[in-house]
């Protein structure tokens, strides 16, 4: 059977880097880059992920060159891991590059307790987070909001919940963006999208979501340890979740209405999953508008749950039970940036930022070492934090993986092992789970995902990222 790979010309710049020319394929406006070693790259050639990279090579105003990120796998329209810049005067913007999951993102919270004096308070811990952190697909939360409300949220992000008593200056400014974008134009969001998002705040939603409660389990970097509070064997918590269903119908309503107009503006795709209009027409600019209202509101909900989260926290650990936020990093994004003097329009569908030290967006606090990123692993893995680099703005638009990546389907990954054996393995391995059923449990499986630690080396190796500690689950509560 003919694969991916052999379909296209490709070569292999270094041990972590291959190139398709933009000659590979007649309609391609530039090259693509794969951040991959050859483990990966091999993963990576089985499904569409490489023929999605050169499709979005081919859009309008894309510039040089394409990228796929080590976690890499196939998407809507844009691969899972890619990330494309697009001239913000000329180029466009598409729905399918950011996701329907708008903002889904990663924050990590730090305690001041060793992870082995809580060892007896583990599993009531991860019980009372299950029960105060509503998860699963349409589950209300805590946060009442009228419709005044939901618009200060979609407008003002975290910011509105320092009003309400739910963040503190200090978890606005160690959140990417200070957790508001300010071009977000809540009347540019449907009803239908405002409908469904408006009981939702502070809630996990289902998928690969989840809050993890982790010790440090290895440093790499003291230095840059010391600048972001971790130390080994402290207990820390990973919150992981995004815009919910207002992201969701956010990108529907979207993907719909460029459909029906890039006609209008000439323009052809080799897929209609990367509907997208110019960034600088009216409907570019409506779909920005909404997407960084619903980017907001992703920030606003990891800040609920971390308050949440705090509250369960207390509760159970007495003592030292502060939870400092580390950082909150966004996936999902299309963010107007400058680069090299020229403004962009940069996404990243299941990427992260990774600023370096002299980035005038890395929070003065972290200047010393970069912006923190956070990469997720699966449950039963290793979560990594990492610090970006200078040399990514060169080599990846300030650009690094967001977890893990899949490595098979959640249908192929239930057919594999079923999700009561999923359990009793983690259990095994003193790892506390709470899951709504079984078939989540069998989806989300460790064996359903890459290698994180493959996949932080390459990112390390390349420059894009360094490491800075790895985190090992202690309990997990998935969506």
């Known amino acids: 059977m003919t694969t991916v790979a052999q379909s296209y010309p490709h070569t292999r710049l270094g041990d972590e880097l291959v190139e398709i020319p933009a000659s590979a394929r007649a309609d391609m406006r530039v090259a693509a880059r794969v951040y991959a070693d050859q483990g990966l790259w091999e993963q990576m050639i089985r499904d569409r992920t490489l023929s999605q990279l050169i499709n979005v090579a081919t859009l309008p105003g894309v510039l040089d060159p394409v990228l796929a990120m080590p976690d890499a796998h196939e998407g809507y329209g844009f691969p899972v ?89 200090d978890d606005v400014d160690a959140t990417e963006a200070g957790g508001r974008l300010p071009q977000a134009d809540p009347g540019a969001v449907s009803p239908r999208a405002k409908q469904r998002g408006r009981p939702q705040l502070g809630t996990l939603g289902s998928g690969n979501h989840f809050v993890e409660v982790q010790v440090v389990d290895e440093i790499f970097d ?130 992260t930022r990774a600023f370096g030290p002299s980035h005038p ?26 610090a970006g680099t200078d040399a990514a703005l060169s080599r990846s638009y300030g650009s690094c993986c967001h977890g893990a990546g899949r490595a098979m389907s959640r249908r192929a990954a239930k057919r594999l092992r079923p999700g009561h054996e999923v359990r009793q393995e983690l259990a095994d391995r003193g790892i506390v789970v709470r899951c709504p059923g079984n078939q989540e449990l069998a989806e989300e499986a460790p064996h359903a995902y890459k290698d994180v630690d493959r996949v932080v080396e390459v990112v390390h190796r390349a420059g894009l990222a360094r490491k800075v500690a790895r985190l090992v689950p202690l309990g997990v509560i998935k969506g």
């Open 81 to 169: 891991g890619g990330v494309a810049a697009f001239s913000a005067e000329d180029g466009i913007i598409s729905p399918g590059g950011v996701g329907y999951d708008i903002n889904c993102g990663v924050r990590l919270l730090a305690s001041e307790v060793e992870a082995a004096a809580l060892r007896d308070r583990i599993e009531p811990l991860v019980h009372e987070l299950s029960r105060t952190v509503p998860s699963g697909a349409g589950r209300s939360g805590p946060v009442p909001l009228d419709g005044a409300g939901l618009d200060r949220v979609l407008g003002d992000g975290c910011h509105y919940l320092v009003e309400r008593g739910l963040a503190t200056d």
């Open 222 to 351: 003291d230095d840059a340890a010391t600048a972001l509070g971790l130390w080994p064997g402290q207990c820390t918590i990973l919150i992981h979740t995004g815009s919910r269903g207002l992201g969701h119908q956010v990108c529907t309503d979207y993907v719909r209405q460029m459909d029906r107009v890039m006609p209008r503006y000439g323009i052809r795709l080799p897929d209609r999953e990367l509907a997208c209009a110019p960034f600088a027409s009216p409907e570019g600019k409506a779909y920005f508008g909404a997407m960084c209202a619903a980017a907001n509101f992703a920030f606003a909900n990891r800040q609920a749950v971390t308050h949440a989260v705090r509250r369960t926290f207390e509760r159970i650990v007495a003592g030292r039970s502060e939870l400092r936020l580390v950082y909150d990093v966004t996936h999902n994004m299309a963010k107007l940036e400058n680069h090299g003097g020229a403004d962009l329009v940069v996404h990243r569908k299941g990427a």
């Open 361 to 386: 967006e890395t929070p003065p606090r972290y200047r010393a070492v970069g912006q923190p990123v956070l990469i997720p692993g699966s449950m039963g893995t290793a979560s990594y934090v990492l």
